[in-house]
């Protein structure tokens, strides 16, 4: 045993080592990521990256059916695309312990949306726990491991941004061997689920629920703590560290089991306390539940989205306010944007030239949405660029401007392909841009399909992408190296004139993976016209002087690309020396 | 108000600046120390050059691993303008140390925006103290580390020994670049006590 300085994620995927797992699988998503990467590192375990996270839990399903234990990580919203095996995962149940780490994302740093999984597991009707740090998230994963395999069922266990992103002290311990399963034969009643036998694991589920219900009430995983019997307050995750912080003297019960909830210990916490608050983020799952047992809710004023804090719940309980500095509202905003040297940023440039409405899709590439790219029109989930493009060319168009889809290489493997098949199928027309940077990037640089690279040493294969587009059907598909700005701009020019149905794949390495990097590139200052042409790239390397409007490159962050040299028409941008000896552009 | 046992240390500054590795080594000495300790950062789509903060809180037990305006005791400003943009997080009486860069965010550059000006006179009127963290860094033999330079400033007003920090530090960065480090972290002690920003 020994103490270490853990991520809920990697307690996650430890706690999975722990409890004996064999096999993990999931697809890549902030804040899951790490868990998986981890779990990949560890002694003994296979791991993959699935290409989503309905084929990450189709593959945990076999692995369980085959009788070993499997963990499955994804975020929030991957749970969407896997909530198709989920719901009647909960029919046939498990052989090998079968966990999902879904992690969810309070405050949206890095998602669409900010759905609540705790729905998911009353929805589909699977038990879910809810660590509250990193000790908890190992306990509970080994815990969760147990509680599959007991009462059949997978098992959700949810974490936060705040759980999966915070480090604590955890106390890890040995590996245990899982237990070993039974010889396999075949169970058609169990894991065939046509109406028939459908019907009777429906009603073998309510037992094993029932079942779960009882086992809430009498499990540590909810803890009630009784101080002063003023103030009552239920929460789970991360929300109850808050809580502790925030109200230490108040009596608090814990819920670690998010569903089934424990309704007798909730109604007893109701009863010895003067007034019962709940505190918690993104939806009000347990507030409705509470008032589904009959327990009064105290209201609080609480914002009903975003992430909480402890300071926001002393608020709302009116104790008292720090002492503040007065806030700087008038700073200019800091968005993400994209890496000096990053091969999506030409093809934004062409499309914001072509005037196209641009379809979107989840990932670096998104930020083409923002100033001073500007040339993306929608963003909404894994695979919706294609499908939406389509459905604006059905409607007749957007007026005379081009409708193209633009998606990445790991978005187009997880979600793109159907999209794709769709549009062929039904004479659509238009045109996709794949932008295979070779990396899943936004997530930290992960393997995919099309890329072939493999989470563990092993042999892997590369998806042809070119011959897949082709053998889809699609009649016009190319390859175009996107640094070259004259081709870039040719090939979007001619395909999206053209009237049958087309896909440019973009194809170079993300910035991040380019290792040896040429010198950097400065302004020759009296050169520069001030014309502002390469500012409007949005190269973070590139800034206007403040007093003259004449360009300026910080070499420190020059990668040496030369997409700004080919939109310079005066020559101006040339090499230069190495970073250290570069004393700053002065703005002031 | 309560969690006086408990330090809160704020760094920000921008995506890819390597706040969270400085994080890291500060949370790693702590629990070093024998304190309970909880680190909470951001990852994803901040990271792309954004706006980012982590935060480390240690004491004898940690509750939140997040915080709030008001309760921040130590402010570690990697960038000028985002410890600027947090200066309501700091303690009346606490403490912040800022590295003199500034990296204008792309409405800036672009000419949308106008540059911040003033922001010295504004973060030294708050009592900060400026180290020249990047400069320090590359005197030190690697212009990377200046993550630590601000470790090695932080640490002057921080209860740790300089060998738990030497240890952490030694075993979390690369190994050949071990003794630049260290050596970052020697000089943004002495820069800290040269500006006087012991307490």
Redesign the interface.
Known sequence: MSRMLLSGNEAVAQGAWEAGVTVGVGYPGTPSTETLERFSKLEGVYAEWASNEKVALEVAAGVSLAGSRVLVTMKHVGLNVAADPLFTLAYTGVRGGLVILVADDPGMHSSQNEQDSRNYAAFARVPMLEPSDSAEALAFTREAYELSERFDIPVLVRSTVRISHAKSLVDTAARVAAPTPEPYVTDAAKWVMMPAMAKRRRIDLDRRLSDLEQFADETQLNRAEYRDAAIGIVSSGVCYQHVREAVPEASTLKIGMGFPLPSRMLREFASRVDALYVVEEADDYLARSLRSFGIAVTPLSLATSGELTPGAIRSAFQLPEPELREADDSLPPRPPLMCPGCPHRPVFDALRKTHAVVTGDIGCYTLGALQPLAAMDTCVDMGASIGMAHGAELAGGLGRRPVVAVIGDSTFAHSGITGLMNTVYNGGAGTVLILDNRITAMTGHQGNPINGIPLQKRDAHEVDLYALVRAIGVPRVRIVNPHDLAAVRSALDEETAAPEFSVIIYKAPCALLVKETPDPFAVVEEACTACGVCVKLGCPAIGKAEMTGKAYIDVSLCVGCKQCVQVCRYNAIQHTGPACDFKGAELS | ???TSVTTVMLCG??GQGTILAA?LL??VA?ASGL????????????????VDTIVRFGDH??????????VDHLVGFEI??A??R??Y???DGRILVSAT?I??????????????GLEL?LAD?GAIFIDAEEIA?EAGS?KSANVVLMGALSTGLPFAIEVWRDVISNRVPSHTIESNLRAFELGREACQRGECEQ
């Open positions: 108000m309560s969690g921008v995506g890291d949370a790693k629990a309970d300790v909880k680190l909470s950062e951001v990852h994803g789509m901040a990271q792309r050059g954004g706006s940690v509750y939140s691993p997040v915080t709030d305006p008001g309760m303008i985002e600027a943009r200066i309501h700091v303690r009346p500034a204008q965010p792309l409405p800036v550059l672009t000419g949308d925006l106008p540059a911040p000006h504004i708050e590359c212009p």
